[in-house]
Every structure is written in structure tokens, then in C-alpha cells.
């Protein structure tokens, strides 16, 4: 049986503003689990399925968290219930520090900015497919899904631990900051701007990606050098975000 | 209320096998329910929650309805939670005859083949993008989620009706037929093949994926002429199936 005090803190971490007030996430499964250890992450605990204990790659898990002096906590059938955040409990959870970073850490290499970008599933394939092609540095606006929700995390498939994310407060100021201090240019992708084609990589850009269902918003009109376009010539009403963030990705590392 | 018999219709086609033996499907929502009327595809019902018959979308639905003589039911609050496929009943429904395609009738152009594709988001969205960038023909494994799937027909965001879908009952078979009939010859996209900016757009070819898990099938192997490779630079593990497929219909159609 899992103790009363971790079984709720576990729970707790199911809210956003939780999640907020601790600055932890939960990981689940073997795979996301191992990509924590391996990490500059901090695990704070494990949680294994106590019957699975002894499953190999579950066993490889506690020894790796063992080495590094995290706390491992077993749990019965009837804990999983409780603290589970997908269908079927894969026998493993990690309780993991969010790692907070400043704008400083992204303004190496082109930034990846999402604004308003509500779906877990967009989100983390967003971060997946931009680890895949080289690109680390992501900037969320304030209004997009919490990157520590866990679909969002499952989404990822462990590139939550490969990329460099900076959460604005306040997504015009940080592209105000961006453009006047670290001299980048904002290139956004809408319905009404040049070829994708033309699309270059610069180290210094910022490509934007509005919501999915308003697009890149009025708001940031100001802030905007360039514009592109993904242009279509089927009957499809719009491209889906993470296709069209995927095929931008493609571009800048080709 | 609902008639009982309409209302067990309805429930009987969220499971596949009732979709198949009555060779229909649910679309639910104005966006969708929009799009099922204005195509080729035979509605053979509407149903309306009778206390929003009045607001202006949904009143346009009805009168085109009644222009093709379609029969509209009006249904209870109660009737709702026993026929939404999501969470939030968006107010219509339409029950469609599902649309069964010959080989043939994909042979004039490029087809994207997708073999024990399993996740209908990710099916869904092949569909939309594909529908997004002119390529029409689509070519399904038996193995892959049923495309009439409300999931499935939610990702295709109304595209499932401006697509040509031919379900195989048997892939090896079919790809073999393309290739001996009709001339294609069968790219594959897997871990191991050219450099994908390679990719030429050809008529009488077949864009094979395989699936989320494992990629395109040994079984196939004998019957890929060419392989192709979207490189990564960075440290995540694969790409999502629907990003690949989006990047291989943007390259084929740039």
C-alpha cells in the first residue's frame, strides 16, 4: 500500500495548479520513466506496481533510480486506481521536477514559438518532431496547454527531456525582448504570406504557430517580419497545427 | 423522444461490426454534418435535439435535408446521452451510407498506402492532409482502424468526403495488382532509405507507411521498389506517423 501522503500528492499532480504550486509532473510508463533517469531532470520518487517489481526493464528502473539515491515506493492493485493517468497502469510512474528555464537558454538557436495552442496531443507532437529534426529551443505563450499535463508528456515520447522550454508570462513582451535585445526576426505561419518554400533557416528567427483554431492572433500583429503560407490545393478547410509545424521543422533542417 | 429502434440504430453504429453489416456511419456536428450534405455521400437520416432546431446553423442543415428529401428526427435531452459519440452533443447528427470504392477507381493518380495504421487521430489526419494537398486516393490495409470511426471521421475535419478510399482485403495483393496491372511501383517510407528531399511525385506510384509501432511490414519487403528517410538530427526516437505522411504529401506535392 502506498502511503496516504504520496497517494494524494500523486492525485494532486492530475491539476494543473498543483503541478504549478510544486513544480512537478508525473511520468508514466517504462519509457518515459527512463528517459527522467537518464536526464539532467530531478526525479523526485518512483512509484512501482509492486507485483511487477521483478519484470526486467522495471527492475532496471529501480536499480538506475537506486544509484542516484531517488526514493522507490511500491504500490498495490488498488493504489493504481488512484493514481493512474492512463487506461492501464504500465506498472511504472516517476514524480519529476519541472525544470524552469529563462529566456537566456533559448536565444542560441532558432525558437519554435506556439501561442495559444490548446491541444496535448499538437503540443507534445509539436515538441517530439522538433527534437527529431535538431531544433531545442521552444517558447509557449501563457494561454497554451501546461506542457507537464500528461497527455501532453505522453505526446512527446521522452523529447520533453531533449528540448529547452522557455513558458512566457507575456508572449509580446518576450518577442519584443527577443527582437530588441537578442535581434531576432519573427516569422509566422498563416494563411496569407509567402511559398513555405522561401522559408530559410536563420539562427536568429522565430517561427510562430498561432492557435488551432484562430490561427496566429491579431495581437501579435506588430511583432511580425515575415509571414508564410503551407499552400494547399485540395478541398481541405486548413492543415492540422502539427502538420504544419511538422512540415516548417522539415524545411529549416533541410 | 427518439424512436426506440432509431435510438438502438444509432448506438449499434459505435461498434464497427454494425457499421459493416448496415454499411453506414455516424457524423456528428454541424461542420461535419455540413459537409456529409453538400458531398456525393447518401444521408439517410438526420437527427436534430429538437430544442436547438431553431439556431441558425443547424436550421440551414434541416432545410437541406428536406430538400433531398432526407427524413429529419428531432430527439430529447435524454436521447442525447445515449447516441453522442463526444462529450458535448454539438446538436446534429447524420447517419451516411458509407461510400465503397474498386481498386479502379484510385488508379489515375498517386495513392498513399497506409498498412496497420491503429490510431485514428493519426488516420484521420493522414486523410485531411492528403485531402489539403490534392492527393485524393487512398488505399487501406485491412488491418488498419476503420475509417468510419467517429474518431477517425473527427481528425478528417470533413475530408474523409473529397477522398477516394479503397479498403483492401488483402494489402499484398493489392500492392501486387498496382504493380502488375497498373504499372505503380511502391515507395516505402521506413528508417532506412534514401534521403526523403530525394522524393519525386509521380503518377502511377504508391506511398506505403506502415504502422505506428513497427513501421512497413516485413511482409511487404518483396514488394517495395524504392525506400526513402526522413533524417533526424536530434535525439528523439521516431517521428509520428502523421508528421512523416505530412512532410511526404507536402515534398510530393512542391
Known amino acids: 500500500m502506498l502511503q496516504k501522503k504520496i497517494a494524494k500528492h500523486l492525485k494532486q499532480l492530475g491539476q494543473k495548479k498543483f503541478r504549478k504550486e510544486f513544480e512537478e509532473f508525473v511520468v508514466e510508463g517504462i519509457k518515459g520513466v527512463g528517459e527522467a533517469l537518464k536526464s539532467d531532470a530531478e526525479v523526485v520518487l518512483l512509484v512501482v506496481e509492486g507485483n511487477r517489481r521483478d519484470e526486467d526493464e522495471i527492475a532496471k528502473l529501480i536499480v538506475l533510480a537506486q544509484q542516484d539515491n531517488i526514493p522507490v515506493e511500491f504500490c498495490g492493485r488498488k493504489d493504481v486506481d488512484e493514481i493512474k493517468t492512463t487506461d492501464t497502469f504500465p506498472g511504472v510512474l516517476a514524480v519529476v521536477g519541472q525544470e524552469e528555464n529563462d529566456l ?7 525558437i519554435i514559438c506556439l501561442h495559444e495552442v490548446k491541444d496535448p496531443g499538437n503540443l507534445g507532437t509539436i515538441i517530439r518532431t522538433a527534437d527529431w529534426f535538431g531544433i531545442k529551443n ?117
Open 104 to 110: 537566456e537558454d533559448i536565444v542560441d538557436a532558432p
Open 138 to 254: 521552444i517558447l509557449l505563450s501563457e494561454e497554451c496547454v501546461d506542457v507537464y499535463n500528461p497527455k501532453v508528456f505522453r505526446s512527446t515520447m521522452g523529447s520533453l527531456f531533449h528540448t529547452t522550454i522557455f513558458r512566457s508570462g507575456n508572449i509580446s513582451k518576450t518577442l519584443e525582448r527577443l527582437k530588441e535585445e537578442f535581434d531576432y526576426e519573427v516569422n509566422a505561419l498563416d494563411m496569407d504570406g509567402n511559398d513555405v518554400s522561401k522559408l530559410k533557416s536563420k539562427n536568429n528567427a522565430v517561427y510562430l504557430f498561432g492557435s488551432e483554431s484562430h490561427g496566429v492572433s491579431d495581437t501579435l500583429e506588430e511583432l511580425i517580419d515575415n509571414r508564410y503560407t503551407i499552400s494547399g490545393k485540395g478541398d481541405a478547410e486548413s492543415l492540422n497545427l502539427a502538420i504544419s509545424a511538422g512540415i516548417v521543422l522539415y524545411k529549416l533542417s533541410s
